[in-house]
């Protein structure tokens, strides 16, 4: 039913060998969409088509632009090139895709196109000419470069631990040391390589944060999370949803961090735990290491999605065949991990840091699940129709990390060390929870009070930090660092708002996931069919699709939690 076998878009209103170079030779294109006669309904369809086509293409170029960037944050030639579009090309797009948005939804036609099949795709339209402003063109276009800047300077942060020179994300291996004294080394080495940017950050931050202020009240908002909760299609709940989650998070799920965090310790035999000890493993039992090298990586992830279902792991085949997966942590390269799906030629692209850890394990399996939903939304109509929400997109991802556990033993042949890893992904679902909480409350607190100080920011920081913390760690003495914690977190500035995704998405996977220990074809199936239809329904639609209900309350919550207790169990 499903293929990876997945075919670029044909072209029919771009010739099949143009390719973005500058705005003189896109204009013409944007012009012809614009002034184009629109008489019957089967010229609105082509219409849209051609209009499909060059968003895919202007598209795919961007995303290629920052790829190779983040791949190698140190070759300015890269850099410049994300510039470029970032400062060329968007501003002068921005008002042609106003344009053509309005020319869309007031044309006569237009009520004519099946009102279920165009339904989101239109209401993202007027969404889109609702916040639309030509003052804000320049103010994006500065944005959009400046937060390339988080990646620039933390791509050049290493420490040196036994006289080796290691990326942060790379030292964080250490933390698995049997030595004590070494996972302390590690941490305060990785924690203050990150406070000599700390200023560096904070006036990055300052920019932007008064940036997408001004970006808010000229779109005629109080505020910037108001502009981009609209901004972000948040059609389906509210911030008084997200201030619930927070005290429900307080409320039924910090008690289940206590319980982890105290097993851990009794495990590990200590009289305290602190930072560096929570990722430990006891002093008899070897550190868990999935794989050693990328290509053992892919080599068992391919061998693991393929026995979930063959048609996940041929999507992981395609992707390596074509050279779509940059997986090792080295120097230069950027932060993090991503799944960018490529509108015209359809296979995704998975860049990440791994450095051995059953983290990587993890981030390749979370963006594996992201990168089966770009090829079953790539074959839909329009590129419009690909843009699915992020809640969705996150239950595709966290849900694969759950299902997969069930073929673990691809990377652990020892019972020992596979029940471990599946009792370390379990506690990894609870204590992910309050750190969304964290840092979601902070960004609420960040743009309601724009004008704040980098003194009333860190403390406001500290105060919601403590909030959502574990009463089993010990923090004592490491308050200069965690007072910094926050700037680890490149959500804060590259992308704005997305994070309580991750907790919505979370609560949506282990409903998956209870489906499959119920039913494992019923819920891959449910899985596919919902991850189909892109962003052609609602967000309720699509987690009713998936068997799911659209529903983070507290009871729901409470529920949920008790099923993953049950099951660590």
Not at 433 to 442: E, G, L, N, V
């Amino acid at each position: 039913m499903y293929t990876a076998n997945i075919q670029k878009t044909s072209r029919h209103f771009l010739p099949e060998n143009f390719i973005v170079t500058d705005w003189q030779s896109l204009e013409p294109y944007f012009k012809d969409l614009l002034e184009r006669n629109i008489d019957i309904t089967d010229n609105l369809e082509q219409w849209l088509l051609d209009q499909s086509e060059i968003e895919a293409v202007v598209s795919e170029d961007a995303c290629w632009r920052q790829i190779k960037m983040t791949c190698d944050t140190e070759n300015k030639a890269l850099e410049e090139a994300f510039n470029f579009y970032c400062t060329e090309l968007q501003p002068r797009i921005q008002p042609f895709a106003d344009a053509l948005n309005k020319k869309l939804v007031n044309h006569p036609l237009a009520l004519e196109l099946d009102t279920v099949k165009y339904f989101t795709y239109l209401r993202t339209l007027r969404k889109n000419i609702e916040l639309f402003r030509e003052e804000n063109i320049p103010l994006q276009s500065e944005l959009a470069v400046m937060q390339q800047q988080f990646g620039l300077i933390s791509g050049k942060m290493t420490v040196v631990i036994n006289n080796q020179e290691y990326t942060l994300q790379q030292a964080a291996k250490f933390y698995e040391s049997h030595d004590r004294n070494l996972r302390e080394q590690a941490y305060r080495k990785i924690q203050g390589r990150r406070l000599q940017d700390k200023d560096e950050l904070n006036t990055l931050f300052n920019c932007l944060l008064e940036k997408r202020n001004a970006e808010a009240l000229n779109a005629s908002f109080s505020n910037y999370r108001d502009y981009r909760f609209k901004e972000l299609g948040r059609f389906d709940y509210s911030k008084e949803d997200c201030f619930a989650f927070h005290e429900a998070v307080k409320q039924h799920i910090l008690p289940l961090v206590n319980l982890v965090y105290r097993k851990k310790k009794d495990k590990l035999g200590l009289d305290t735990l602190r930072p560096w000890d929570v990722e430990a493993v006891p002093e008899n039992s070897p550190s868990l290491q999935p794989f050693t090298t990328s290509e053992e990586l892919i080599r068992k992830s391919i061998e693991c999605f393929s026995m979930l279902r063959p048609f996940f792991g041929e999507c992981l085949i395609k992707m390596n065949a074509l050279k779509h997966l940059d997986l090792e942590s080295r120097k230069g390269k950027a932060p993090g991990g991503y799944n960018c799906p490529l509108a015209e030629s359809g296979a995704p692209f998975i860049f990440m840091n791994a450095a051995g850890q059953m983290q990587d394990l993890i981030t390749m399996l979370h963006e594996g699940g992201h990168a089966v939903h770009s090829f079953l939304a790539h074959p839909l109509q329009l590129t419009g129709f690909k843009e699915y929400p992020m809640e969705i997109a996150e239950v595709a991802s966290m849900a694969m990390e759950l299902f997969s556990m069930e073929f673990w033993h691809v990377f652990f042949t020892d019972d020992a060390q596979l029940k471990k890893a599946r009792e370390y992904q379990l506690e990894r679902v609870i204590t992910i929870f309050p750190w969304i909480a964290i840092i979601d409350k902070f960004q609420h607190w960040l743009y309601e009070n724009p004008a704040h100080s980098i003194e009333e920011r860190t403390a406001k920081w500290n105060d919601i930090l403590n909030e959502f913390s574990d009463d089993v760690i010990d923090y004592s003495g490491l308050e200069n660092y965690r007072s910094n914690l926050w700037q680890k977190q490149l959500h804060l500035f590259e992308v704005p708002f997305y994070y309580i995704e991750y907790g919505i998405a979370q609560l949506g996977a282990i409903g998956m996931w209870r489906q499959f220990k119920a039913n494992k074809e019923l819920a891959l199936d449910n899985y596919c069919s919902a991850l189909s239809f892109g962003g052609t329904k609602t967000l309720p639609q699509l987690f009713e699709n998936a068997g799911l209900k659209f529903d983070f309350s507290s009871e729901q919550i409470k529920s949920l939690m008790g099923f993953v207790k049950g099951e660590m169990e």
